[in-house]
């Protein structure tokens, strides 16, 4: 139990070693800053510098998709939420945002990009897009 909220504590995933989560307005500017926590996270996950750079593009484009579509809108009051989880043999990136882009055609675009997995889906007026990348070395940076 949590004490401080008076319900359960949240269940973690057997094997995650680490999660950021953060909530950004829907603003252009700050597209910057999900490349730099992800290409944390996929050092910190052991992955080669290059595949760093891959996999942060690529959360960076599909977070640039759904920016584009949530402001083109008119709904600059929503906001995007990125969650990057790191496990013992990959890492995945979600990104989730209230932006009317078709889950299709983001699907479309990042499929192919240097993730093995990439899921996309709409539900109850949201999009999310996760990516999943393996990690084929050992977690040499885990403890940073």
């Given at each position: 139990?949590?004490?401080?909220?008076?319900?359960?504590?949240?269940?973690?995933?057997?094997?995650?070693?680490?999660?950021?989560?953060?909530?950004?307005?829907?603003?252009?500017?700050?597209?910057?800053?999900?490349?730099?926590?992800?290409s944390h996270a996929?050092?910190?996950?052991?992955?080669?510098?290059?595949?760093?750079?891959?996999?942060?593009?690529?959360?960076?484009?599909?977070?640039?998709?759904m920016l584009i579509?949530?402001?083109?809108?008119?709904?600059?009051?929503?906001?995007?939420?990125?969650?990057?989880?790191?496990?013992?043999?990959?890492?995945?990136?979600?990104?989730?945002?209230?932006?009317?882009?078709?889950?299709?055609?983001?699907?479309?675009?990042?499929?192919?990009?240097?993730?093995?997995?990439?899921?996309?889906?709409?539900?109850?007026?949201?999009?999310?897009?996760?990516?999943?990348?393996?990690?084929?070395?050992?977690?040499?940076?885990?403890?940073?």
């Amino acid at each position: 139990m949590n004490p401080e909220s008076g319900g359960m504590a949240p269940v973690v995933p057997p094997g995650r070693t680490s999660r950021v989560e953060c909530t950004f307005d829907n603003d252009p500017r700050l597209i910057a800053s999900i490349g730099a926590i992800i290409s944390h996270a996929a050092k910190r996950a052991g992955l080669p510098e290059k595949t760093q750079e891959h996999v942060a593009s690529a959360a960076v484009e599909a977070s640039r998709e759904m920016l584009i579509s949530a402001n083109g809108k008119g709904s600059g009051a929503s906001n995007t939420k990125i969650l990057v989880e790191e496990f013992p043999d990959r890492v995945e990136v979600t990104i989730e945002s209230s932006a009317a882009a078709k889950p299709e055609g983001i699907l479309k675009r990042l499929e192919g990009t240097v993730t093995e997995r990439v899921r996309c889906d709409g539900r109850e007026g949201r999009v999310r897009v996760t990516l999943a990348k393996s990690c084929s070395t050992a977690k040499s940076g885990s403890t940073t």
